[in-house]
């Protein structure tokens, strides 16, 4: 079974940077699509970005592109979402999620639902 694991989270000022990590395990496929997505209180769950872990293609949220940068490290089988420029709307849970043996469709991040895998989510929080 897949298990991940999220870390990293806290409280930052706006304008400072976070590193989350998400450590996996229990993989099968050398290919596989991970990807952070965030929820806000009060508002829906929102994908941020993605990675295909196997030739480390990525996508972003179109509002996040530039300040959010998703990267994997197989060797250890971590994923990690580096923010940068961090905004007070920024504040959520974020998660970590995957799917095995599979690329990163286009529209991955609006189809939370096909992450059959998910971590129990870190904290992270930015103030003005």
């Known amino acids: 079974q897949v298990q991940l694991v999220e870390s990293g989270g806290g409280s930052v000022q706006a304008g400072g940077s976070l590193r989350l990590s998400c450590a996996a395990s229990?993989?099968?496929?050398?290919?596989?699509?991970m990807g952070w997505f965030r929820q806000a209180p009060g508002k829906e769950r929102e994908g941020v970005a993605a990675?295909?872990?196997?030739?480390?293609?990525?996508i972003y949220a179109d509002s996040l592109v530039g300040r959010f940068n998703i990267s994997r490290d197989n060797a250890k089988n971590m994923l990690y979402l580096q923010m940068n420029s961090l905004k007070p709307e920024d504040t959520a849970m974020y998660y970590c999620?995957?799917?095995?043996?599979?690329?990163?469709?286009?529209?991955?991040?609006?189809?939370?639902?096909?992450?059959?895998?998910w971590g129990r989510g870190t904290q992270v929080t930015v103030s003005s």
């Open positions: 990675i295909d872990t196997a030739v480390g293609v990525t």
């Open positions: 999620a995957a799917k095995v043996g599979t690329y990163c469709p286009t529209p991955v991040l609006s189809r939370a639902a096909d992450f059959p895998y």
């Open positions: 229990g993989y099968t496929h050398n290919r596989n699509c």
